[in-house]
């Protein structure tokens, strides 16, 4: 005769967000797609960096010496942003959608059957690791190029200014891979969330910038896209040769804050009010 035991499950008993966002760490680090984006991420980034250090050549007449050490120790740092966004949107996606493709998200939404809680993990660890990536990304960038303009004595110093603009580019980063999280979330399919964050950071402002030449009202539009408001996060203010954009640093981070937040509620709304 074999003897049958039977475990119990305490009926009040809850996984804590501390254990929900070390599951959702081990899983997020676990994936090889997690590493490939990261790894072009910071490629790219540093690649864009020795070439445009390498094959420009500037000047200091007509600006200042000190703007132009300003713009030479951030543009190069920064220029990789606009494609490391783009593959940070995609990651987010991926991490939120490849649950739905493995059928994982399952054993997820079962272990936090109040579901919330697996969205703000995942957006923690997203924000954490784009972010962090981001600033390693500037950072190696930076002391990438600075050497091409040190012989010509025009190596930038980080200085204030410049090291928020440094810190803007990886809050720029962070906050886009939040919105692919959330867009992750509400659609579900990956092909489907990639589109959505392809079209609106890269197609849409080439679109706009085409279309703002015959209808004035496009370019208010496109100047609170997310690409636009979170290139303002890598200016620094009160330099000529930044430009003069439509929102300053702050007003930036608002509404790119707003980008993302608004995602992340969609997602959250789809999460909690359909099955898995």
Known sequence: MTATATASVRADARLGFGGVLRSEWIKFTSLRSTYWTSGVILLVWIGFALLMAGFSEFSVQGVGEDELRQYLAVIPATIGVNVGVLVAGILGVLAFSGEYST???RSSL???????????????????????????????????????????????????????????????????????????ALVRAGAGGIA?????????????????GWIDWVTEVLAVLPSQVGMNLTGVEGNALFGDPAYGMGASLLILAAWSAASLLLGALALKGRDA
Do not use: C, E, H, N
């Not at 993990?121 to 303009?149: D, I």
């Not at 959505?196 to 703002?212: A, D, Y």
């Open 196 to 212: 959505i964050v392809v079209g609106l950071i890269m197609v849409l402002p080439i679109v706009g910038g085409i279309l703002s």
């Open 110 to 184: 079962t272990a936090v059957p109040s579901r919330l809680p697996v969205l703000a993990a995942k957006a923690v660890v997203v924000f954490v690791w784009s972010f962090l990536l981001g600033a390693l990304s500037v950072t190696l960038s930076f002391l990438a190029a600075q050497p091409f303009f040190a012989a010509d004595g025009l190596a930038g110093a980080p200085d204030g200014p410049v090291l928020l603009a440094f810190l803007g580019a990886a809050v720029y980063l962070g906050l886009i891979a939040l919105f692919g999280l959330g867009i992750g």
């Open 103 to 105: 059928g994982m998200v």
